[in-house]
Structures are given as C-alpha cells and as structure tokens.
C-alpha cells in the first residue's frame, strides 16, 4: 500500500474521487459538490484554521488503486463537556471493505493526532460547524440531505472493530407535511396567542439584516456556549443569510417575538440534494444555470429543518407550539411542500428529541459521532445529556 499526503491539485482531485470510487454503485448516494469539500480544507476561507490544523491522506493498492482516505484535524475550540483529555477529529473516511487497510488509515491519523497531543479522537466529524460532514451513517441508507455523510453500512463495522465506541447517535426525524399535528399544540398556541405581545412572522428578503440580527439574539441566547459554541454576531449571520438568499423560501423561515424582541426562531431550506444531484458534484456556470432553470421548472417537495430554538426565559411556556402552529397555517395549506425532514439531533438531547417526536415524525435515518481513546484502559464515558431527561 502507498499512502500518499494531499498537498496538491492532484492529489486534492484523488481524494474527492476516492468518495466516488467507492460510492457511485449505490444508487441512493448522491455526489457532494466537490466545491463544499475543497472549502473545508481551505485555510483562508476556513476559520477553524485559526484554532488548529488539518491533514488529509489518500491510499492505494500495489497497482496504484485508489482505495482509502481520511482526513485528521485538531481544534483548540473542540471540547465536549466533561472530557478529561484534548480530542482531536478525524473526517472524511473511506475505504474498502478490508478490516486491515481501515486500520492502516485509522492508526495513520492516531499517530498524527498523539504527535499533537491528543488524547482521543471523534469520528467521522467536520473541520469545522456541526450542520456538515458530521457523524456515520448507521441507518436509513436513502438519499442523503445536502451536506450529510453517506457510507455504506460496512464501515460501522471498520469503525467498531477498530475500538471506535459511539459518543452519541444523531437522529433524524421525518414527517409529511400533511401530518396533523397534535392537538396539545393547539392547546399551547390559544394561550399565548391571547396574549398581543406575541406574534410570529416568516422572513422578508427584503429586510435580510434585521432576521439575521434577530436570529444572531436567539441563537447567542439559546445555543452560544455549548460544546464550546461560541457567540455569532449580526455581521457573521448576514453572512450566513445572504449566502443562503438565492435559495431559502422565505414562509418556510419564522421567528417570534415578545414585545418585539425576538425569542424563538424556526429556520428551514429546500432539500437541496433534490437539484445537486444532477449536478455530479459539480457547481460551475453551466451547473448554476441548470440550477436556476430546476428551480422554476421543477418543484420541490421536500424542505429540511436546520435550527429550531426557544431563549431560555420562553422555554417550557408553549411559545415553541406557538410558532410551529403559527407556520403551520402557511405551509400545510399554502405551500406545495409534501415532505419534511430534521437535521440531526443528537441524543443527549432528550427535550429536542421530545419536540420532534411530538410533531408526529418517525426516525426517517441515524448516524452515530464515534470517540477513540489513545490510553485503552481509561474509563469510557459517553457525551453527558443536555437538561432535564
């Protein structure tokens, strides 16, 4: 075997077609654009560059095959509450179905890793935000939602015959859009909306940076902090908003507001993987137009929970049930979407999981985040649960 270092045009183009190579019989998968992958291991457009470092491996057989990858990376910023040892990451794994050139690619990163002092390493995980790359796909092997891992179920096996334990599972959940919902939220929407200081509304392009600034108040209030999450400000979730303009729905975004202070916020997408899978991985010119011209000619039935939160001084009042009854109005009756579908949570999460469960949704895939120890006779302990059980 030859394990090569990806450090330059030619070996970068090997490790994305390592992905392809092995994936590209399966006929759920869909080609993640090679230009998502490439921006992960950009240090000038890549922040997490500032607190660390990366480094990606492709492998081939005696004939010069290409037959593996792995990325490994370290973040000063990564840390889980309760680790008792620095923790590095490893990312973007692929490989055949062989037991010993898995653990060739694992020990490789293992050693990277301990050189840098770590003590343990998470995988499959992303160089970077959560919302990409994170996680094993372990079950519901159907088409993957845009910027989520697809793996043949193989590698569950690589993962765990090498000494990976899981740190926690990812749910996901889905639901048609048609599902009625319970009639507790009903229950908990008529008692806030007798209340005039509540009100919930959907996003207006045209006032793009006073939603990303209410969004920037919910979130700092509501996740900044956890697992080493940091605050956003409003200029990085204008960013944010206008990089995701051209193709967010406007009445599928909401937020709402208390004395017109923003408290909650639901933000969805359009499945973008229904469009990016005629792409090949590819969003040139010619791809953008193809883009475009889907867009108008062919509708999209299906829309993706990223972010849904509640501050803390709402939470547990019924202002959760309120905005989800609140956009319901619109876009159970309103919308042409037939399908949705949550981005993960994990399951240390239980009153997220609890939200979502109640909505009527079934757990429509799982994948699972593995942690590594280097010293094999430390004690093993999972993520530790978010809240209330």
Not at 254 to 278: D, H, S
Request: charged fraction near 25%; glycine fraction near 8%.
């Amino acid at each position: 075997m030859e394990l090569v270092i990806v450090n330059n045009e030619k070996t970068a183009r090997q490790f994305l077609d390592v992905h392809v190579q092995l994936n590209k019989h399966i006929p759920e998968w869909i080609r993640p654009l090679d230009k998502d992958i490439d921006l992960v291991f950009n240090p000038e457009k890549n922040k997490a560059y500032r607190q660390g470092e990366a480094i990606r491996w492709i492998l081939k057989d005696d004939r010069g095959k290409l037959i593996g990858r792995i990325a490994a990376f370290v973040n000063k910023k990564y840390r889980s509450k309760g680790d008792k040892q620095p923790t590095g990451g490893i990312g973007f794994f692929d490989c055949i179905n062989d037991q010993k050139t898995a653990n060739f690619l694992f020990d490789t990163a293992r050693e990277w890793l301990k050189e840098r002092g770590m003590g343990a390493m998470d995988g499959p995980i992303n160089f970077g935000e959560r919302d990409r790359w994170w996680g094993l796909l372990v079950e519901g092997f159907h088409e993957p939602l845009y910027g989520m891992n697809f793996n043949p179920p193989y590698y569950k096996e690589l993962l765990e015959n090498y000494g990976f334990q899981p740190f926690f599972h990812q749910i996901c959940y889905a639901m048609s859009v048609a599902t009625q919902l319970q009639e507790k939220f009903y229950t908990r929407h008529a008692s806030i909306e007798q209340d005039p200081d509540f009100r919930a509304e959907y996003l207006n392009k045209n006032n793009l940076a006073k939603y990303a600034e209410d969004f920037s108040i919910v979130y700092n209030k509501a996740w900044a902090g956890h697992d080493g999450g940091k605050d956003i400000t409003k200029q990085q979730a204008l960013a944010i908003f206008k990089q995701m303009k051209a193709v967010m729905d406007e009445k599928i975004v909401w937020f709402t507001y208390y004395k017109n202070e923003p408290i909650g916020c639901w933000l969805n997408i359009p499945e973008l993987n229904q469009f990016f899978k005629y792409m090949n991985g590819k969003f040139g010119p010619l791809q953008k137009l193809l883009f475009f011209y889907l867009k108008l000619i062919k509708k999209n039935k299906k829309f993706t929970g990223i972010v849904f939160g509640v501050v803390p001084e709402f939470q547990g009042k019924g202002v959760d049930s309120y905005m989800i009854v609140e956009a319901a109005k619109i876009i159970q009756k309103k919308l042409s979407y037939k399908e949705y579908e949550l981005q993960w949570i994990g399951d240390f999460n239980p009153k997220m999981l609890n939200i979502a469960e109640s909505l009527g949704t079934y757990v429509s895939r799982k994948l699972t985040t593995y942690r590594y120890l280097f010293d094999r006779s430390q004690p093993y302990e999972r993520h530790p649960i978010v809240g209330p059980k």
